[in-house]
């Protein structure tokens, strides 16, 4: 078989951040050399229909249907960002053998800023920090999801503890983070997998920064033999 041929040594399926869809992830798909699939979710990328359940753990068996729908190929990456990544730690707790990696960018929710209070205390202070250009990209998809929907999403996730989901499983877990991201501070992320922290940035980082993301992704890949 020759080069133009071979299967690609690994799929990423992706649970994009809260109130994004699949363009929040490009610029990090546009630096990385596999297959990359975005599984939006009511609350991501996607209106909220009435009585939707949006616990994490609940949106979480949808993803593990898709992980069980890819059959044999390739070893799957899941990878996540914001509170998309409480989602995909609980996927990946209900169907490990499906799951090479774990890939969390900017985890929430920290449970010292569970409380809205705190909460919005931490978005304030990292949102000072973000690179304003990318605000009509994030307009376009956070109109797309809808404000209510994303406020119901977020109260159901910041109950969520993301730690719970986590334990137990034994496939590597990379957490990626900006060095301005008071959301995802350098603590809580070390408390969740293997730490990484970029030159630059701050929550928002798959969008303002994905050759970065793309470059930590791929160096803990290879680091696992995965690629």
């Not at 996607?46 to 898709?66: F, I, M, S, Y």
């Not at 304003?132 to 159901?156: E, H, N």
């Amino acid at each position: 078989m020759d080069e133009t041929s071979a299967p690609p040594p690994l799929r990423l399926l992706v649970v994009p951040g809260l109130g994004l869809d699949a363009r929040s992830w490009a610029p990090v798909e546009a630096r990385l050399g596999w297959p990359v699939t975005v599984r939006t979710l009511p609350g991501y990328g996607e209106p909220v229909p009435r009585g939707t359940d949006l616990a994490p753990a609940v949106l979480a068996r949808r993803v593990a249907d898709d992980l069980a729908g890819l059959g044999a190929g390739p070893p799957v990456v899941l990878a996540a960002h914001s509170s998309g990544c409480q989602v995909a730690a609980h996927a990946a707790r209900l169907a490990p053998e499906r799951v090479a990696a774990l890939v969390l960018v900017g985890p929430t929710t920290d449970p010292r800023a569970a409380g809205w209070p705190a909460l919005a205390r931490r978005w304030l202070a990292t949102a000072a920090r973000e690179d304003p250009r990318q605000v009509p990209a994030l307009a376009r998809q956070y109109r797309r999801t809808g404000l209510g929907s994303m406020t119901r999403t977020m109260d159901a996730a910041r109950r969520d503890d993301v730690r719970r989901a986590l334990a137990g499983l034994t496939c590597p877990v990379l957490v990626v983070r900006g060095p301005h991201d008071r959301i995802c501070p350098a603590d809580w992320a070390a408390k969740l997998g293997r730490p990484v922290t970029l030159p630059r940035g701050a929550h928002m980082v798959v969008t303002t920064h994905g050759a970065d993301v793309a470059a930590a992704v791929t160096a803990f890949l290879t680091g696992e033999g995965l690629a």
